[in-house]
């Protein structure tokens, strides 16, 4: 148990760092900009308690808030992603799948595990970017600025998810 917290608390540094040092830099085309931060949400197992994914989902969200002056925008959506993963994971997992199942493509299945990460993608971005702007009056640039960053963050994802879970 303690060891899984420690694991948890490693990946978040890692992808908070990342998020911080690299990603907020990258701004493609002047709207795609990756938030690689949300695949830690990926990483809990089917029985991790509810409370416990809520926890890290915010605490995740508010470190990126602090150190990219994001106030609230990180934390919230996180937390509203964190809180949609157990539901989403549960409907996208085999019904054969053991309690303590990783979520991946070798448990899940390509279309399953894709189908999984690119909706808690698509619900992150979506508020990330509705509370960033606060209205509509440039909604083109609203719709361009978070179509393209859902679309980078899945391939960057999808990219780290290829060579993370690769066999040797």
């Given at each position: 148990m303690i060891i899984r917290e420690l694991i948890h608390l490693l990946q978040l540094l890692v992808l908070v760092s990342l998020q911080v040092l690299v990603f907020n830099h990258m701004h493609l085309f002047g709207y795609?900009?990756?938030m690689v931060y949300i695949c830690f949400l990926l990483y809990f197992p089917?029985?991790?308690?509810?409370?416990?994914?809520?926890?890290?989902?915010?605490?995740?969200?508010?470190?990126t808030d602090i150190f990219s002056n994001t106030?609230?925008?990180?934390a919230a959506s996180t937390t509203l992603a964190a809180m949609l993963q157990p539901v989403l994971l549960r409907a996208m997992a085999p019904k054969d799948s053991t309690e303590?199942?990783?979520?991946?493509?070798?448990?899940?299945?390509?279309?399953?595990?894709?189908r999984f990460f690119i909706i808690l993608i698509v619900?992150?971005?979506?508020?990330?970017?509705?509370?960033?702007?606060f209205s509509y009056f440039d909604s083109l640039y609203l719709?361009?600025?978070?179509?393209?960053?859902?679309?980078?963050?899945?391939?960057?994802?999808?990219?780290?998810?290829?060579?993370?879970?690769?066999?040797?």
């Open positions: 795609a900009t990756p089917l029985n991790y308690s509810r409370c416990g994914i809520l926890f890290w989902g915010f605490i995740i969200g508010l470190l106030p609230g925008v990180g303590d199942m990783m979520p991946n493509f070798q448990t899940m299945g390509y279309g399953n595990y894709a619900i992150h971005h979506l508020l990330v970017f509705l509370l960033e702007s719709v361009l600025s978070c179509a393209s960053s859902i679309v980078l963050t899945t391939s960057i994802v999808w990219a780290m998810e290829h060579l993370l879970n690769r066999k040797s």
